[in-house]
């Protein structure tokens, strides 16, 4: 069960390979090269004219919002993050790992022309000369969605900025955000990528009326920069799951879920059955709830409780996927809700005993189980879990 934590990834690169032996000359044939978009990191950047860095920091020397609302996003952590880098450190983890997490070659010790053999652990390693470990840390930065060949890329082309500028509104879209955000593959036959978010958005009843940036990045009217004039601005948070990450990330979002409880008689016979029905609707989110991570899922908790507080009943249902590691990576189960699916959770008991009783109801929203944070060591610290819906509901069991 060791492979488990690595539901990131799997697949077909096989096939590919198999083209490339054909092509390729003799003597170099056992250097496989790279082909997913994901497994080749945006190449070395220069510095935009006008800028002294690449760096985050020094974007936020002028774009103070902007900086200070990045900074709480997990695109700032995605470095950092101490799953992450557990991740990375086993021996299981291949470098292709990096490339969404820290997407600059400038970001990166290394460049990678391709496999031994096609053998994604034995990766052919060039030193960068270019590598900058501060950069490093800071994740998915500004320049990692804003820089490409030597300009700041934005979507309309300012010419008051003091840096060189491109105009490029094709680019900066949500095509971006499905770069990183959309990945399927089997890499090893225990390792598997899957992140659905840009193929469930596109299926999905929002695809050309929402997209990733209008749900994640609030539209607000500010300065861009002080002094400049307020026009519309774009929010940097990022808010998703709305789990925090240790202190760092508070995000501020609505949940996907809207809940519906239904109507609860309060006064009930001995004969009557205590029923509850819990409706959730997955009203606000353009794709699956929950959707990326596989390891992510939601839990519907009832117990009935009586007037000391004991259980007499409660039962529990999940939301979420579930994989099978070995001998084979495969997805067996996959109930997260659709966009606008909805469902009906039930609870029903038959009172034995007369009395006072509690319905107590919960929904809580996970990032990964408990085996996985501790196969990872992230301590008792590392959030988990939010509740996302808590109920107590009253009810009297008073005639024979
Ligand atoms: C010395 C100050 C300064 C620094 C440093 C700076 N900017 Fe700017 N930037 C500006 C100003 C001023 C504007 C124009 C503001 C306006 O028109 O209201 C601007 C405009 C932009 C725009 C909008 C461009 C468009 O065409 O719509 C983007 C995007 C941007 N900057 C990103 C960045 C990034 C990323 C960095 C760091 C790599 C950065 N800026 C560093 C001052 C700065
Ligand atoms: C994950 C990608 C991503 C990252 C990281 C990112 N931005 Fe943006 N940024 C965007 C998108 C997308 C827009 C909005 C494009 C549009 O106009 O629809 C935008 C817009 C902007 C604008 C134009 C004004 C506005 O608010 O719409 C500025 C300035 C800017 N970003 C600065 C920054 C700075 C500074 C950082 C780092 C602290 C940063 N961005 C990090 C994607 C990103
Ligand atoms: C370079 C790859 C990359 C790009 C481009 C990118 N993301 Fe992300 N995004 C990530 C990674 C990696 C994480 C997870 C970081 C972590 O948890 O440590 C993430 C996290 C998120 C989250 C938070 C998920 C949560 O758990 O709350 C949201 C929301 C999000 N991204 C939206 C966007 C949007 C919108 C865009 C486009 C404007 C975008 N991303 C562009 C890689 C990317
Ligand atoms: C109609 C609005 C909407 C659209 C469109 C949308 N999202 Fe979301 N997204 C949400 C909401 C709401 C949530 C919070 C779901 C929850 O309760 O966990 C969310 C959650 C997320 C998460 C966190 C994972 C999770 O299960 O909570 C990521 C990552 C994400 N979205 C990325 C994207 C990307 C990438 C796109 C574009 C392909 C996109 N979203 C389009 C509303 C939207
Ligand atoms: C195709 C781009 C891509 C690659 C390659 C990639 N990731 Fe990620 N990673 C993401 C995105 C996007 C998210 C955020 C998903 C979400 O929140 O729905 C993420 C989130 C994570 C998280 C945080 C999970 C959480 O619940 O917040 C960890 C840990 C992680 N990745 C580890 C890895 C490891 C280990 C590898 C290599 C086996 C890897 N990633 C390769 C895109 C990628």
């Known amino acids: 069960m060791k492979k488990r934590s690595f539901s990131i990834f799997t697949m077909l690169i096989v096939t590919v390979l198999s083209f490339v032996r054909c092509s390729q000359p003799a003597e170099v044939s056992n250097i496989h090269p790279l082909t997913k978009s994901w497994e080749i990191a945006v190449p070395n950047q220069e510095v935009p004219k006008g800028l002294f860095s690449l760096s985050a920091e020094d974007c936020g020397s002028c774009h103070t919002q902007h900086y200070q609302e990045w900074k709480m996003s997990t695109h700032a952590h995605a470095w950092t993050d101490l799953q992450f880098q557990a991740e990375l450190k086993k021996e299981s983890s291949p470098i292709m790992c990096i490339n969404c997490h820290i997407p600059l070659q400038n970001q990166q010790e290394y460049f990678v022309d391709g496999y031994v053999d096609g053998d994604i652990y034995q990766p052919v390693k060039r030193l960068n000369p270019k590598f900058d470990r501060d950069l490093q840390q800071e994740g998915i930065n500004c320049a990692s969605c804003h820089v490409r060949d030597g300009a700041v890329i934005g979507t309309t082309g300012s010419t008051k900025a003091p840096h060189k500028t491109v105009k490029d509104p094709k680019f900066l879209s949500e095509t971006l955000c499905i770069s990183c955000h959309n990945a399927v593959a089997v890499v090893t036959p225990t390792l598997a990528c899957s992140f659905e978010t840009g193929d469930e958005w596109k299926a999905g009843p929002y695809y050309g009326q929402q997209n990733c940036i209008s749900c994640h990045m609030d539209t607000i009217q500010r300065e861009w ?31 996907g879920f809207a809940f519906y409880p239904s109507l609860l008689e309060k006064k009930y016979s001995l004969s ?55 001998p084979a990576v495969k997805k067996i189960e996959d109930n997260n809700l659709l966009p606008n699916e909805e469902r009906d959770f039930l609870f029903s008991y038959l009172p034995k005993k007369k009395g006072k009783y509690y319905l107590n109801v919960s929904v809580t929203k996970h990032r990964m189980d408990e085996k996985a944070a501790e196969y990872n060591n992230l301590g008792n610290e590392y959030p988990r879990f939010i509740p996302v819906f808590e109920k107590q509901y009253p009810i009297l069991v008073e005639k024979e």
């Open 272 to 326: 009557d059955s205590i029923f509850f029905k819990l409706k959730i609707k997955n009203e606000f989110a353009g794709h699956k709830v929950p959707t990326g991570d596989p390891e992510r899922f939601f839990i519907i908790h009832f117990a009935l409780t009586n007037k000391n507080g004991d259980i007499v009943s409660e039962n529990e249902y999940r939301i979420g996927e579930h994989w099978q590691w070995h």
């Open 225 to 255: 920069m002080v002094g400049y004039g307020e026009k519309l601005s774009h929010r940097h948070y990022f808010p998703g799951s709305g789990i925090p990450k240790i202190d760092t990330v508070k995000t501020m979002m609505k949940n």
